[in-house]
């Protein structure tokens, strides 16, 4: 094994890892966290697996990256909902790394892929992109109408470092999921909601709120909790934040099993809602849970610190606040 040091990450470095496996003892013969360089000369194949605790997933099902985990961006659903650029793509960021080839390398196929093991093939398909490689038109497999893509910390087929990030790279920033195979949705685990204390806008005084658990195996930022919300315009036990504003704006927080509360959060008001894309969200006596993409941050990179951004903002989809913890 050798780790290349990528520079110009300012604070941080961000560490490539190259493994040479023997395809003898693995089907993966190449490190999940290699670099887009070229295009593929065949069809993409994608595969379901267990991968504990999120249970099924789409992962690259044949090849040199057979194994390797697939991920979708939530802000990536702005490019169908309005015609916006791909929030991964090769634009700048402070990271000085492209997102589609290098931070989350695009999944391309040459072709209509292939599915695997476990795969429902009426929702593999593909979206054609010319911001990957310079301008050529390549084509980028999607499930359920979401492109895929590998981690760059994900070295090996067994580890799943961009499960649930809340990624303030992308542009806008979104929220990276595993893939659940049945219908494409975010696998999401258990969720878990907490206390944290923040400084309100970043330099105010520090509250202690709810938060959410995210970024549950990132290596340099592992069990990060944000501050999460309720509008008070849901009512009923909905959301009326659905498109664009789930996508862009308030990230609504998932779940894939009944939400765990941490100290000092009641488990009995913790509940789900189906919302109307079928996936389910965390409530909080009965008030449906969002995390601000402007509290989104990674200790260590620049862009910023821990903050309370959202508190009191007047949206179209209601004044979002906070939650105090118990008294």
């Given at each position: 094994m050798r780790r290349i040091i990528v520079g110009g990450l300012l604070a941080a470095t961000v560490a490539i890892t190259v493994l040479q496996f023997s395809p003898a003892a693995d089907a993966q013969s190449s490190s999940c966290a290699d670099p887009v360089t070229s295009a593929p000369t065949g069809p993409a194949t994608v595969s379901a697996v267990t991968k504990a605790p999120f249970g099924k997933v789409l992962v690259v099902g044949a090849g040199a990256y057979a194994g390797c985990s697939l991920y979708l961006l939530t802000s990536d659903q702005l490019h169908a909902l309005s015609g916006a650029d791909f929030a991964c793509s090769d634009n700048a960021n402070a990271l000085g790394l492209p997102c589609d080839t290098v931070l989350w390398p695009a999944l391309l196929t040459d072709g209509a892929p292939i599915a695997?093991?476990?795969?429902?093939?009426?929702?593999?398909?593909?979206?054609?992109?010319?911001?990957?490689?310079?301008?050529?038109?390549?084509q980028q497999v999607t499930y359920a109408g979401q492109p895929l893509y590998r981690f760059v910390f994900d070295e090996?087929?067994?580890?799943?470092?961009?499960?649930?990030?809340?990624?303030?790279?992308?542009?806008p920033p979104g929220t990276w999921y595993l893939v659940d195979p049945s219908r494409g949705h975010p696998a999401t685990g258990r969720a878990q909601v907490q206390l944290e204390t923040a400084p309100v806008g970043g330099t105010g005084s520090d509250e202690t709120v709810l938060a959410a658990t995210m970024n549950n195996d990132f290596s340099l930022f592992p069990d990060a909790s944000f501050p999460v919300y309720t509008s008070n315009a849901d009512t009923g036990h909905t959301s009326v934040c659905q498109g664009e504003c789930a996508a862009a704006h308030w990230a609504p927080v998932l779940t894939s099993q009944r939400p765990q509360a941490g100290p000092g959060v009641d488990q009995n008001a913790l509940?789900?809602?189906?919302?109307?894309?079928?996936?389910?969200?965390?409530?909080?006596?009965?008030?449906?849970?969002?995390?601000?993409?402007?509290?989104?941050?990674?200790?260590?990179?620049?862009?910023?610190?821990?903050?309370?951004?959202?508190?009191?903002?007047?949206?179209?989809?209601?004044?979002?606040?906070t939650i105090p913890p118990l008294p």
């Open positions: 695997g093991s476990g795969v429902n093939p009426t929702l593999l398909g593909t979206v054609t992109r010319t911001d990957v490689l310079s301008g050529r038109s390549v090996s087929s067994d580890e799943i470092e961009g499960a649930n990030l809340f990624d303030p790279v992308t542009s509940g789900i809602i189906v919302r109307d894309d079928g996936t389910h969200q965390v409530t909080y006596n009965g008030q449906p849970l969002y995390l601000f993409y402007g509290d989104a941050y990674i200790d260590g990179l620049p862009y910023g610190t821990a903050r309370i951004d959202g508190a009191g903002l007047s949206t179209p989809w209601g004044v979002f606040n």
